[in-house]
């Protein structure tokens, strides 16, 4: 490429350190500086960005988010939402929750009830309630329930229950209602509490209004980590119902039951949860592309970009919780907390696998006041490959799923679907393809592009308490990397298992993995080896060429 220019030894560090270099370099070379200008460091796309741009993980545990946020309750009170709007989004909503639970839900008949005083739930809530619920129950009052390492509740502002990890709501009906007391106590001395830290627990707390979404968690998480932990949670909401309708649910009556709207919906936040305790996606708030020859990943990409209709706004081709392509029409970006919500969503059921979906979703980044429709279905039985294309027409199925006919009829054409095959046989790169003997494991992101990588986990972290404990780590120097307070950009942890290094510029973030037998100018080495393979390989870890219709 014109663009690529090798400067030679320009990125070596003389004195052995990772302190920047005097200047900056804005030509993409075979290995960045520390000062290169984001953009240039290896991932970065080289035609634009398919996710919103963010300045990272501060970005996204920001305390105001938007619209939904910007205004307090009384301020929104009296302003509902255009009957024809309510309308439509109801319609979506009973949609939805018949393909979640197989009953569908009349949201106007449900607030009907609740304004007529019939506090009592109908048979079909009931039995929706009690057989869709999705999880079993823990006594609450039993050890095993207390030694959860994490737990999350939300509430409503009236301190209803809406959600508990672990254990019925109903039992837990008193505890959040101490919780809530204790947000209302400081909210009437003119202040807000954000978390409690005492005996080893950290107990943080969101407010987003009309909920409270609180976590007590002994981890080596920062708060600011397990609040963004607890924002995940809060799009997940939003994503099933819509800020407009969660908000008007709300205006009509304050101490609404709300998991009569999100019955059905427990295993989907369950499985949420899971994703983030083992996926480093959410901590680094970035997406993690399956390793494919560019030749290969190009062409899936101009086959999605073909096989478009006039109302799609994305196309996302993924597997597992890897992304393989996206094409999205132009000047309409993605935030990577949606398309993490689009995982989650594909990875809880396994109903997608027998055909064809037409499903009402809402993206609460790109826009949290109404829905999207997805036709979500895999391409083969036995590939592991779903394609996902997002709508505005919630007429438009027919329409839609002959894209995706038109998109594998492309995909035969070009002859890569051998090539899609053998890529899904190794969804992971092993650490040895680096060739740094003492490199363990590493987790390498782009900040301009939104995009991570980091190979398989192996050895010695094979048990699945080893793998937490690594993430747990990782999320140690991330916290320490991105403390509010005092951030730090290189970070040098040795411990009695493995030694670790974390390094953040304005373009890249990088978190590496040891031997504990190494010494921290062998890592420091290892550094330089490794971004240079970074930069070799990127056009097979990233979407380096983002297209759009």
Not at 84 to 108: R, V
Not at 186 to 197: F, G, M, P, Q, T
Request: net charge negative; hydrophobic share 35%.
């Amino acid at each position: 490429m014109a663009a690529d220019v090798h400067k030679k030894k320009s990125w070596e560090v003389p004195n052995g350190s990772l302190a920047p270099g005097d200047g900056q370099h804005t030509e993409r070379s075979e290995s960045p500086t520390p000062g290169l200008a984001q953009g240039t460091e290896p991932g970065a796309g080289q035609e634009g960005a398919m996710f919103v741009h963010t300045r990272s993980y501060e970005d996204l545990t920001s305390p105001e988010d938007g619209a939904a946020v910007a205004r307090s309750p009384e301020e929104r009170r009296g302003e509902p939402a255009e009957p024809s709007s309510m309308e439509q989004i109801s319609k979506d909503f009973s949609e939805l929750s018949t393909q979640l639970t197989g009953m569908a839900l009349d949201l106007d008949e449900e607030m009907r009830a609740g304004k007529e005083g019939k506090l009592e739930p109908s048979p079909q809530t009931a039995r929706r309630d009690s057989v869709l619920s999705g999880k079993e129950e823990e006594d609450v009052t039993m050890d095993a329930w207390r030694s959860h390492r994490k737990h999350v509740f939300v509430l409503s502002e009236a301190g209803k229950p809406v959600y508990s990890r672990y254990g019925s709501e109903e039992a837990l009906s008193s505890t959040m209602g101490v919780m809530m007391a204790l947000v209302s106590f400081l909210e009437a001395e003119k202040n807000a509490i954000r978390s409690i830290h005492a005996d080893g627990y950290k107990v943080v707390f969101v407010r987003r209004s009309p909920l409270v979404l609180v976590a007590v968690a002994r981890t080596r998480q920062s708060e600011q980590e397990i609040a963004h932990e607890l924002l995940y949670i809060y799009y997940q909401i939003l994503s099933l119902l819509t800020w407009t309708q969660l908000n008007h649910i709300f205006q009509q009556k304050q101490n609404y039951d709300l998991r009569r709207l999100l019955a059905g919906s427990e295993r989907i936040t369950d499985n949420l949860l899971d994703l983030m305790a083992h996926d480093p996606s959410f901590l680094m708030g970035a997406v993690r592309c399956l390793p494919l020859a560019a030749s290969v990943r190009d062409a899936v990409s101009s086959s999605l970009q073909q096989a478009k209709a006039k109302s799609l706004v994305f196309s996302i081709l993924l597997s597992g919780n890897q992304l393989v392509s996206l094409v999205r029409k132009k000047d309409q970006f993605l935030h990577p907390i949606d398309l993490h919500l689009l995982f989650n969503l594909i990875s809880s059921s396994s109903s997608f696998r027998e055909g064809e979906a037409w499903t009402p979703i809402c993206l609460p980044k790109f826009n949290s006041s109404g829905f999207f429709h997805a036709h979500i279905s895999y391409l083969e039985q036995e590939m592991d490959l779903c394609l996902l294309l997002v709508s505005t027409d919630r007429e438009d199925f027919f329409t839609v799923s002959d894209c995706k006919r038109r998109f594998q009829e492309r995909l035969r054409r070009r002859g890569v679907q051998h090539a899609l095959h053998e890529a899904l046989r190794t969804p992971f790169y092993s650490v040895a393809q680096v060739g740094i003997p003492d490199l363990r494991h590493f987790i390498y992101k782009s900040k301009s592009s939104g995009l991570f990588t980091s190979p398989e986990i192996e050895a010695p972290y094979v048990q699945e308490e080893e793998k937490e404990r690594l993430l747990g780590l990782y999320q140690y120097l991330h916290s320490r990397a991105h403390n509010s307070s005092r951030p730090l950009k290189n970070i040098y942890f040795t411990g009695p298992r493995e030694n670790l290094l974390a390094w953040v510029t304005n373009a890249f973030e990088l978190y590496v993995c040891y031997s504990p037998l190494g010494t921290k100018a062998g890592a420091i080495n290892a550094v330089n080896k490794l971004m240079k393979w970074i930069r070799k390989e990127e056009d097979r870890l990233f979407i380096l060429t983002p297209q759009t219709y």
